[in-house]
Structures are given as C-alpha cells and as structure tokens.
C-alpha cells in the first residue's frame, strides 16, 4: 500500500475568511487534492455584480421563458397538422376539352414548325371545404418534350368549392426551330395522320381553409392532345381538320 502524507497547511489568506488551504498529495495516484473551498460566503459577488443566487434565477427563467416558447410552437404545429389531415385537400382535376388546330406546318429542310392553336380547358375543385387560389398559370403546347408555341397567360383567380372554372386561350407558334429528330418524327406522325401535341399548365396555387391561407404551391399540369387528321372536312386552303376526344390530365402539386 503506497504511502500517504498527511495534510498538511500551506497557507492563510489574511482577508476575509475562505476558509483553509490544504493539500493532500497521494503518491499512488498522482494527483493533489485542494480541500478547504467550498464555504465561500453566498452573498459574495462576481466581477459583474451579481451573485450566484441571482445568475441562478436568472438561468431559470430563461429555460422558463424558452419552454413556453418552444410548447407555443408545438402547439400551433400541431393544430395546423390535425387540421391539414382533417380535410386532406385534393389536387384540383384539369381537363382538355377542345382542341382546335388552326395551323400545323412542318417546313421541310430548316424543320421550322409554325402552329395556331385555340385549347379549351377546364378546372373543378373536388373539395368541400377547401378553396383555391390561382397564381401566374400559363399555357403552352410540346411535341416530345420540346416547346412549340410561346406561353399564353391565363386569368388569376379564386375557385371555390366544387366550383369549375374555364378558360379559351390562342396558342401560337412561329418559326419555332425543331432538332433533328423532332421534325423527322412530326413528319412522321402528319403522314400517318395522327400527332400527339400536349398542351401543359405552369403555375401557383394556395389552399383556402376558412380565414387561414397556405403558402405557395406549384402546380403543373400536363393534358395529352392526340389529334387524328380528318380527311372528310378539308378546309378552303387545301388543309384538313384534326378531330380530338376530350382527355383527363395529369396535374402535379
């Protein structure tokens, strides 16, 4: 067993009084034990002015102050969620219901396809007891993934329940460049009289939920115009109608 000196006194401080200094060095476990220091005075204060009661009190109701906070957001969280999973909002249905083409030329060579399109297309809030609010919506036409006619706006609005809304935009295109590819495809499709020419919805919407708004949403739609050449009403230019069936569309929040 290795040896222990006893304590021994190795100081006094001649102020006011903290108590005795010792110092017991044990030589097994190298270490030096400071005894004598844990009767400082309470009301002794820090560099700062405060005492040690105080910066406790303080420390307190700071956690207090944050607790309350934190359960403030927890429960505001929570009223929102229950309320969300409540009504459970449903994506609004688009569909494409006409589909006029009033020009649809390929320019051989320089693949430069100019189009005038009028589209008809419809919107119907399925909620009960949601409304939705419509921002920056504009409409295009793409043949394969490549744009073809120059965004058209649409009118912004509000849209309540089980309302439907309706809207009859021009769609042009002139001289728009096609890639390689793409203008050999078109051509394809015009000589087998059948061309599937999309027509898709950008834009923005939020929910409505009595006096509370949502945030932004974005919302795209996608509606599949298959156009089939009709060769029983050819037009005064020499041209034919396409025919088109009223289609669903894909819509995206």
């Given at each position: 067993?290795?040896?222990?000196i006893?304590?021994?006194k190795?100081?006094?401080?001649?102020?006011p009084?903290f108590?005795?200094?010792?110092i017991n060095?044990?030589?097994s476990a190298?270490?030096?034990t400071?005894?004598?220091?844990?009767?400082l005075?309470?009301?002794?204060k820090?560099?700062?002015?405060y005492?040690?009661?105080?910066g406790?009190?303080?420390?307190?109701?700071f956690?207090?102050?944050?607790?309350?906070?934190?359960?403030?957001?927890v429960l505001?969280?929570?009223?929102?969620l229950?309320?969300?999973?409540?009504?459970r909002?449903?994506?609004?249905?688009?569909?494409l219901q006409?589909?006029?083409?009033?020009?649809l030329n390929?320019t051989a060579?320089?693949g430069?396809?100019t189009?005038?399109?009028q589209?008809?297309?419809?919107?119907?809030?399925?909620?009960?007891?949601?409304?939705?609010?419509?921002?920056d919506?504009?409409?295009?036409?793409?043949?394969?993934?490549?744009?073809?006619t120059?965004?058209?706006?649409?009118?912004?609005?509000?849209?309540?329940h089980?309302?439907?809304?309706?809207?009859?935009p021009y769609?042009?295109?002139?001289?728009?460049?096609l890639?390689?590819?793409?203008?050999?495809?078109?051509?394809?499709?015009?000589?087998?009289?059948?061309?599937l020419?999309?027509?898709?919805?950008?834009?923005r919407?939020?929910?409505?939920?009595?006096?509370?708004?949502s945030g932004?949403?974005?919302?795209?739609?996608?509606?599949?115009?298959?156009?089939?050449?009709?060769?029983s009403?050819?037009?005064?230019?020499?041209?034919?109608?396409?025919?088109?069936?009223?289609t669903?569309?894909?819509v995206?929040?």
């Open positions: 067993m290795a040896n222990q006893s304590p021994r190795v100081g006094h401080h001649s102020g009084q108590g005795m200094l010792y060095y044990r030589s190298r270490f030096v400071v005894q004598g220091f844990d009767r005075p309470m009301s002794e820090n560099d700062l002015g005492s040690d009661a105080d406790e009190r303080r420390r307190r109701l956690i207090w102050m944050f607790g309350c906070f934190l359960s403030l957001v505001v969280f929570f009223v929102v229950v309320v969300w999973l409540v009504l909002p449903i994506r609004p249905l688009f569909y006409d589909n006029s083409v009033g020009q390929l060579g320089n430069l396809l189009s005038v399109l589209v008809t297309l419809s919107s119907r809030n399925p909620n009960d007891r949601i409304g939705i609010y419509y921002h919506l504009v409409a295009y036409t793409r043949y394969r993934g490549q744009q073809t120059a965004a058209a706006a649409l009118p912004a609005g509000y849209q309540g089980n309302d439907v809304t309706v809207w009859s769609l042009f295109g002139g001289g728009v460049p890639a390689t590819d793409l203008s050999a495809a078109l051509s394809q499709d015009q000589q087998a009289c059948r061309i020419l999309s027509v898709h919805i950008d834009g919407l939020r929910w409505k939920v009595g006096a509370w708004t932004y949403f974005h919302l795209h739609v996608n509606c599949p115009g298959f156009l089939v050449l009709d060769f009403r050819p037009s005064d230019a020499g041209s034919y109608y396409y025919r088109f069936q009223n669903r569309c894909k995206d929040v």
